[in-house]
Structure formats: structure tokens, C-alpha cells
């Protein structure tokens, strides 16, 4: 079975400052990674997703992820935060050529600070 | 196009009553997932449904959880004598079903549970 390990809770960081959310997932098939943002008292949106091809991929925020087969990562960055980024992010997994559940992490709460 | 629906918003019970979350999917949409979100541990996979099939429910507590997606209307999940750890946001998302795993799911605002 697949799994997603999201190591810090939460991240602090100050507005204009770089930052990265970790993620490490495992998985004995093939996979897609995705990163979902959850605003306060909302759904969850999908940000990016990694499927194939180019192992780094970008959102139209600014955002971006790079997967890493030999260390099972798909990190989550951002050059220079804005205070409405100011969200909980969650990586999530899913099995390639099966039509699957995804599977989330606990989430990373990411707070921006003046 | 309206997104995924869910209602109601925000829904109290009281212990042992019923809850009764209704989501309504995408436009196109025949598939439907469930989700419960607890403080601090994040998202868990609950139930998978088709139009009037169960696919995957390894995530549904044994007792007093159920779903359904009917032919018409909007899919149902129904938690008979709620409990206090019942309380949470339950999420339901849908997709078009073979894409899901290459476009991610649309997700619904949820609904709030609060168990009294």
C-alpha cells in the first residue's frame, strides 16, 4: 500500500522568504504525486501534479515540486512567500495505471510572518 | 459549471441522531470520494463509489457509516447514532473516473459535523 510521510506540521516562515514543504511517500508500484492547498474553511484545490515526463513541475503561483525516484520525494517550493499563500498544503499519492483512491498526508500548515 | 456540492455546510447533531452529508458531483462526473478530516491528521480515504456501486470502502469504520450513489441524486453519506468522535469535515470530491489518477480530484467545501 502506498503512503505519504509529511514531516513538519507546521512551517513558519517570513513574507518574501524562500520555503519548502518536505514530503516523502512509499509505494511498491509506480506513482503520480500531487500537491493539494486547503484555504481556511475551504476544500482542497490541486496545485500541481507530477505524472511523468519532466521530474520538476510548476503551478501558476509560483510554486514548485521536483520528484526524486531514489529518494521517494516530491518537496514543495517556493522561492519567495506571500501572505496569501498562507494555507495547509497536503501531498498526495496515487497508483499509476490503476483508477485508485489518492492517498493524503497529514498536511504542512504553512504560516507567513509580516 | 457549478463545482462539486456538498450540504449542508455545517450540520449539528445530537448524540445518537442521524447525519446525512449529500454531495452532489461535477457535471460529467460518475465518480465520488469521501474523505474525513480530524485535526492534525489530515485527510482519510473513506469510501469510492460509481454510479449505484461500492468500488472501495477499506476506509469506512465497520458500524454505523454508509454510502451511496444512486442512478439520480446526489451521493449520500449516512451516519446512524452519531458519537462525539464522529465530529469532523468530511470532504467528497469527484472526477470522471478514468482520469482521476492523471487530473487529481475536484473537491466539495465540505460539511462540518459537530456532534453535541
Known amino acids: 500500500a502506498q503512503s505519504v510521510t509529511q514531516l513538519d506540521s507546521q512551517v513558519p516562515v517570513f513574507e518574501e522568504a524562500p520555503v519548502e514543504l518536505r514530503c516523502n511517500y512509499s509505494?511498491?508500484?509506480?506513482?503520480?504525486l500531487f500537491w493539494y492547498v486547503q484555504y481556511p474553511n475551504q476544500g482542497l484545490q490541486l496545485l500541481l501534479k507530477?505524472?511523468?515526463?519532466?521530474?520538476l513541475v510548476e503551478s501558476i503561483n509560483g510554486f514548485e515540486a521536483e520528484f526524486n525516484k531514489s529518494q521517494t520525494s516530491f518537496h514543495l517550493r517556493k522561492p519567495s512567500v506571500h501572505i496569501s499563500d498562507t494555507a495547509e498544503y497536503f501531498c498526495a499519492v496515487s497508483r499509476r495505471n490503476r483508477d485508485d483512491k489518492i492517498i493524503f498526508g497529514k498536511g504542512t500548515r504553512l504560516h507567513i510572518l509580516p | 459549471n457549478a463545482g462539486v456540492m456538498q450540504n449542508p455546510r455545517h450540520l449539528v447533531r445530537r448524540r445518537g441522531q442521524e447525519a446525512r452529508l449529500r454531495c452532489s458531483p461535477m457535471k460529467g462526473h460518475s465518480h465520488v470520494y469521501w474523505y474525513r478530516q480530524l485535526p492534525e491528521e489530515g485527510l482519510k480515504f473513506m469510501v469510492y463509489?460509481?454510479?449505484?456501486?461500492?468500488?472501495?470502502e477499506s476506509g469506512m469504520p465497520k458500524e454505523r457509516f454508509s454510502a451511496e450513489f444512486p442512478k439520480e441524486g446526489p451521493s449520500i453519506l449516512r451516519i446512524q447514532q452519531v458519537v462525539r468522535g464522529d465530529s469532523a469535515a468530511y470532504f467528497c470530491?469527484?472526477?470522471?473516473?478514468?482520469?482521476?489518477?492523471?487530473?487529481?480530484?475536484?473537491f466539495g467545501s465540505g460539511t462540518r459535523l459537530t456532534v453535541v
Open positions: 509505494s511498491s508500484v509506480s506513482v503520480y
Open positions: 463509489l460509481q454510479k449505484e456501486n461500492i468500488i472501495d
Open positions: 507530477y505524472l511523468s515526463g519532466s521530474t
Open positions: 470530491a469527484s472526477s470522471r473516473g478514468d482520469t482521476a489518477r492523471s487530473y487529481g480530484y475536484t
